[in-house]
T-cell receptor, first 114, second 111 residues
């Protein structure tokens, strides 16, 4: 089954404690993204990657890091989480090149930083 | 810069009512346009798309027409069901390939 998986689904942590949210896709997609969803703000892109070792900032990259060492994985790293990073996070992937490619979303990770 | 504006929610309707959720966009050129749906506790799913002016996207009884003259992509359904209760997001694809989303409109359908 084609899917994007994220772990963990729920996470409560404290300010300053480094954490990683993993994302993996099994569709051999080139393009992967991280979004955060906040009430009244919709989805905002944090980082995206167009292929292995190619990443770029989205609209709200501050406080986050990513890496793309393998095509299937795109972890999101919070080196020193703060309460304003409490949010619902989604990973997504899609194919690239000519034509239309549907973007597939993971189930989300709800992060609370106290 | 590119942006998407959709009507504020929440929207509450009775079953079998007509639904319209307005969406307008600002972009350079003619981007592809999408509607995504998010059911409670889940990620987003593509509902429908339109890749050029005057295209009509449709799926599950929902429709939206790409209107370049009004830069709009309004979502419509003739008769909503309780199972349509969800959050709906309008989105456009930037030239770099990434998506910009509207803020979302929560729809609640009462039996």
């Amino acid at each position: 089954e084609a899917q994007v998986t994220q772990n963990p689904r729920y996470l409560i942590t404290v300010t300053g404690k480094k954490l990683t949210v993993t994302c993996s896709q099994n569709m051999n997609h080139e393009y992967m993204s991280w979004y955060r969803q906040d009430p009244g703000l919709g989805l905002r892109q944090i980082y995206y990657s167009m292929n292995v070792e190619v990443t770029d900032k989205g609209d709200v990259p501050e406080g986050y890091k990513v890496s793309r060492k393998e095509k299937r994985n795109f972890p999101l790293i919070l080196e020193s989480p703060s309460p304003n990073q409490t949010s619902l996070y989604f990973c997504a992937s899609n194919g690239a090149g000519q034509g239309f490619y549907e973007q597939y979303f993971g189930p989300g990770t709800r992060l609370t930083v106290t | 810069g590119d942006s998407v504006t959709q009507m504020e929610g929440p929207v509450t309707l009775s079953e079998e009512a007509f639904l319209t959720i307005n969406c307008t966009y600002t972009a350079t050129g003619y981007p592809s346009l999408f509607w995504y749906v998010q059911y409670p506790g889940e990620g987003l799913q593509l509902l429908l798309k339109a890749t050029k002016a005057d295209d009509k996207g449709s799926n599950k009884g929902f429709e939206a027409t790409y209107r370049k003259e009004t830069t709009s992509f309004h979502l419509e359904k003739g008769s909503v069901q309780v199972s349509d209760s969800a959050v709906y997001f309008c989105a456009l694809r930037r030239s770099q390939g990434n998506l910009i989303f509207g803020k979302g409109t929560k729809l609640s359908v009462k039996p």
